[in-house]
């Protein structure tokens, strides 16, 4: 049973850093495509990043390009989502998610069918 885990988030001022954790259990690492999507109250859940398998082309959305990097683990079956320069707009509950039957995934949540349960992290002052 593939099992997602995050970990990292919480509250942090406009300006700051936040490292969250993804660890993965119940499938090979490099077997799965991960991604780091994003909901705010409101709002649709939105891709933030996306990895293929094995991590060997990893995208960033637009809306985060240059804050966000994404990178994995894979001793560690983790994939982790450095933030920086956060602003309030970034507040939102992070999730992470894997496709096993697609190499690269797609930008939409609907095709991803295995989540984790989302971190909380807000942006205020």
């Known amino acids: 049973q593939v099992q997602l885990v995050e970990s990292g988030g919480g509250s942090v001022q406009p300006g700051g850093s936040l490292r969250l954790s993804c660890v993965i259990s119940g499938v090979t690492f490099s077997h799965v495509a991960m991604a780091w999507f994003r909901q705010a109250p409101g709002k649709d859940r939105e891709i933030v990043a996306r990895g293929s398998r094995g991590a060997y082309s990893i995208q960033t959305a637009d809306s985060v390009g240059g804050r966000f990097t994404m990178s994995t683990d894979n001793a560690k079956n983790t994939v982790y989502l450095e933030m920086n320069r956060l602003t309030p707009e970034d507040t939102a509950v992070y999730y992470c998610?894997?496709?096993?039957?697609?190499?690269?995934?797609?930008?939409?949540?609907?095709?991803?069918?295995?989540w984790g349960r989302g971190t909380q992290v807000t942006v205020s002052t």
């Open positions: 998610a894997a496709d096993l039957q697609h190499a690269h995934g797609t930008p939409f949540p609907q095709d991803w069918p295995h």
